[in-house]
């Protein structure tokens, strides 16, 4: 039979199968396969599993797929986008699953944000990162050179540190580029804390100033401490200051006018260096408190005291938190409060209380390593280190998940000067906030040691 023909005689075998009943069908079928060879049984078997084959993310409905979909790891819906050119345009439109995705490896999650592309690409993005962390290669280190005495003061603010030294100076530099913004003469600073116009000191000298950047002028000199002021920290809208001491008290200044508004006496030790005087807002609710009241902590080698901010001379402590009542396990430095949770680390671990009813929540054990201090608190992720490590815990496993290595250039965690830089990302990493500063230390050769995130690559 020649071809045209054949193929007439087949479209109109075909129009009148197409007809038949699904019996009829079958028995057509039945008719044929029997009066088949071997080479055509031989061909039907070859060709039926695969006409049998149905791609069901073709065939679904698009919202019964995402369903389905939703059940499936990450790494095996990458594998899948491989599949058919069908099934990656499915699978890269399915929001929901990419948005999980990225929530599962502690990252910041814009619901708002519509676009599947988009949280796939965040998603490749996010794995990538994860990786440099647990291959700890997700920093670079750098150094800031110009003081030429010992540096014990640092405080970091949008990108810019600032250092106060024995060299009877202050410099603030801008962290991306290295290069010093301003320099001024001072007195030898404990501790600073700066914003765009002022800078404020505490001094071994015993006394606190207020300094302007743009002329190097002292604006303020608060006088009344008998010992080192280790801690600052100040309300511009309170128009309040704060300074903790190695006299064990903690004082209460007017900014503006520099005299002294109250005397808090308690404190058994000093009152520490690195954030141990903190002036926030509080936003929850308790007997003692309301939200939106600011409330002032000061921390001592073993207690953390809360105090009310007021004018009144007999200001009394609202509450004493501790983690031993025998004072036989010290706090490290650095105190975290966001205004509804207090963080401290001791040689047990971390220790959180929830600031409305003063209950510890929770302490987290790390005994794999011993007297780890607390840098950074947040939602997903904790900084800690020690004077070996920096280490990122991710707080809903409490397990260790980066390290990164410091130089040894310390005797004790009390006695150097350390901070934490960026803190957005330990609330989840969002893509973009994995830039900047992490840690910055004084070094013995008057250098500051900076710790920076990594570019992506």
């Given at each position: 039979m020649e071809r045209k023909d054949f193929e007439t005689w087949l479209d109109n075998i075909s129009v009148t199968f197409l007809s038949l009943t699904d019996l009829q069908k079958n028995e057509t079928l039945d008719h044929l396969i029997s009066l088949s060879g071997a080479v055509q049984l031989r061909h039907l078997s070859n060709n039926l599993e695969a006409l049998l084959k149905r791609d069901f993310l073709k065939l679904l409905p698009l919202e019964l797929s995402f369903y389905l979909l939703k059940w499936l790891d990450p790494q095996t819906l990458l594998t899948c986008c491989l599949v058919s050119k069908q099934w990656n345009k499915v699978i890269s439109a399915c929001t929901e699953v990419w948005q999980t995705a990225c929530k599962n490896l502690g990252w910041q999650i814009d619901d708002s944000v519509q676009d599947a592309l988009h949280w796939k690409k965040v998603y490749l993005k996010a794995i990538l990162r994860m990786k440099q962390l647990e291959d700890h290669e997700a920093f670079e280190t750098s150094s800031l050179i110009g003081h030429s005495a010992r540096v014990y003061a640092l405080y970091y603010k949008d990108g810019l540190l600032c250092t106060g030294s024995d060299d009877l100076s202050a410099k603030l530099w801008d962290v991306s580029t290295g290069q010093c913004v301003y320099g001024i003469q001072t007195h030898t600073c404990a501790a600073v804390k700066f914003d765009e116009q002022k800078l404020v000191t505490g001094s071994f000298d015993n006394t606190v100033a207020c300094w302007e950047w743009s002329s190097g002028a002292r604006t303020q000199h608060f006088?009344?401490?008998?010992g080192a002021v280790f801690s600052v920290d100040y309300n511009d809208e309170l128009d309040i200051l704060v300074s903790g001491s190695a006299d064990f008290t903690v004082k209460v200044w007017a900014l503006s006018a520099g005299t002294c508004l109250n005397t808090l006496t308690g404190h058994t030790e000093w009152v520490t260096k690195n954030k141990d005087v903190v002036l926030q807002k509080c936003k929850v609710k308790s007997l003692l408190h309301s939200p939106g009241d600011y409330i002032?902590?000061?921390?001592?080698?073993?207690?953390?005291?809360?105090?009310?901010?007021?004018?009144?001379?007999?200001?009394?402590?609202?509450?004493?938190?501790?983690?031993?009542?025998?004072?036989?396990?010290?706090?490290?430095?650095?105190?975290?409060?966001?205004?509804?949770?207090?963080?401290?680390?001791?040689?047990?671990?971390?220790?959180?209380?929830?600031?409305?009813?003063?209950?510890i929540l929770r302490v987290i054990k790390t005994p794999e390593i011993a007297n780890l201090a607390l840098l950074g608190f947040g939602d997903i992720f904790a900084l800690l280190f020690d004077n070996r490590y920096l280490y990122i815990m991710d707080l809903r496993t409490e397990s260790l998940i980066s390290r990164w290595p410091l130089p040894e250039y310390r005797k004790s965690k009390r006695g150097s000067s350390f901070l934490a830089g960026e803190a957005s990302w330990l609330n989840g990493l969002d893509g973009h906030n994995d830039t900047g500063l992490v840690f910055a230390t004084s070094m013995p050769d008057h250098s500051i040691h900076l710790v920076l995130w990594k570019e992506h690559g």
């Open positions: 006088r009344g401490h008998t002032l902590l000061s921390a001592d080698k073993y207690e953390i005291k809360i105090w009310p901010i007021g004018r009144e001379i007999n200001c009394k402590c609202l509450k004493t938190l501790s983690v031993s009542e025998d004072r036989s396990i010290c706090l490290q430095p650095r105190l975290h409060f966001d205004g509804k949770y207090i963080v401290c680390s001791s040689a047990l671990g971390l220790y959180q209380w929830d600031f409305a009813s003063y209950d």
